[in-house]
């Protein structure tokens, strides 16, 4: 089945504490993307990925890391969390090109105290 | 700077309603769209998608949205809701640059049907 795994589906971490969301797709898609989604703000994106080795931020970037080693997983790494990044995440990916949607994961719930 | 808004943050219909959810976008360019919905504790899906060709596009659940390129409009509706569409509707905008896909999400609608 065609999918984008992420995991957790809930996390809750102390400030500081390193944590890595993953997310993994079957689909051999090129394109790779994480989004924040927070009441009334719609989803926003955090970094994006065209293809292995090449990353770039997206619209709010700060306080994350990402990496693209290889095609199929792209995790969000966030080295130092705060309490402001407590947040819905999705992962998402699609074939490069303007006529693909975006499949999306089932998200992650982070708690960040 | 490219935006989609969406008019309605909550909205509330009886079964049996009319529903028209409102989207503008902002960009002059071409762009592709789509509404996504989110139902409550899942993911997004995607609801339906204008990429050319009639502005009338017909999606999934009995849902249709009308691109009119002049209001930068792609309004989302549906002519008789059921309990089960509650969720939230995310209107975006794709923007192609580059190569790649970078997708614009409104702050979204949050639909309640009551039976």
């Known amino acids: 089945e065609a999918q984008v795994t992420q995991n957790p589906r809930y996390l809750i971490t102390v400030t500081g504490k390193k944590l890595t969301v993953t997310c993994s797709q079957n689909?051999?898609?090129?394109?790779m993307s994480w989004y924040r989604q927070d009441p009334g703000l719609g989803l926003r994106q955090i970094y994006y990925?065209?293809?292995?080795?090449?990353?770039d931020k997206g619209d709010v970037p700060e306080g994350y890391k990402v990496s693209r080693k290889e095609k199929r997983n792209f995790p969000l790494i966030l080295e130092s969390p705060s309490p402001n990044q407590t947040s819905l995440y999705f992962c998402?990916?699609?074939?490069?090109?303007?006529?693909?949607?975006?499949?999306f994961g089932n998200g992650t719930r982070l708690t960040v105290t | 700077a490219q935006s989609v808004s969406q008019h309605n943050h909550h909205v509330i219909l009886s079964e049996a309603a009319s529903l028209e959810l409102g989207c503008n976008y902002s960009?002059?360019?071409?762009?592709?769209l789509f509404w996504y919905v989110q139902y409550p504790g899942q993911h997004l899906q995607l609801l339906l998608k204008?990429?050319?060709?009639?502005?009338l596009v017909k999606g999934i659940k009995g849902f249709e949205a009308e691109f009119i390129k002049s209001k930068f409009s792609f309004n989302l509706r549906k002519p008789s809701v059921q309990w089960s569409d509650t969720a939230e509707y995310f209107c975006?905008?794709?923007?192609?640059?580059?190569?790649?896909?970078?997708?614009?999400f409104g702050a979204g609608t949050r639909l309640a049907v009551h039976p």
């Open positions: 975006a905008v794709n923007l192609f640059s580059g190569g790649y896909n970078k997708l614009i």
């Open positions: 960009y002059g360019g071409t762009v592709n």
């Open positions: 998402a990916s699609s074939l490069f090109g303007n006529n693909s949607p975006l499949h």
């Open positions: 204008y990429f050319s060709g009639d502005p």
């Open positions: 990925s065209m293809n292995v080795e090449v990353t």
């Open positions: 689909m051999n898609h090129e394109y």
